[in-house]
């Protein structure tokens, strides 16, 4: 007698880890700050690296390209950059001055940075994930 397996369909998704230092800072430490964070990465237009080197080469966020990377430049493969206003943050500089900054490894992992000029901090990690669908 033989057991004939089905395989079970396989969905993308994604696990989304906020930062300790996000939260402690007040940036990420309710769920309507999250939603509006979400909601701007969804909106990044992810693109070649090479095209944000402006962005990418500043003081505070070249730290964490080459932290992230390990040095390793290549293993970025795409970034994004979306305006960010956050109002609810006392020690926000005025509007246009903060931006999300998006990287993307080969690994397909996501980091999204808060840019406030003068700062960066790291807010969120996703990573991707495969997940099985079962039979109901």
């Known amino acids: 007698m033989t057991t004939t397996t089905h395989p079970r ?16 800072m007040g940036y990420t430490n309710t769920e309507p700050k999250r939603a509006a964070i979400r909601a701007a990465v969804e909106a990044m237009m992810w693109v070649d690296p090479a095209q944000l080197s402006d962005v990418l080469e500043s003081a505070p966020v070249r730290h964490y390209v080459a932290g992230l990377f390990y040095l390793r430049r290549w293993a970025l493969t795409a970034a ?36 406030l000029g003068y700062e960066a901090i790291d807010l969120l990690h996703d990573t991707p994930l495969c997940e099985e669908v079962g039979r109901g």
């Open 80 to 115: 994004a950059v979306e305006p960010f206003s956050d109002a609810t943050h006392p020690a926000s500089p005025p509007d246009g001055q903060r931006r999300l900054i998006g990287l993307q490894s080969v690994t397909g992992e996501r980091y999204v940075l808060l840019d």
């Open 9 to 24: 369909p396989v969905l993308p998704a994604r696990q989304v880890r906020w930062t300790r230092l996000g939260a402690g």
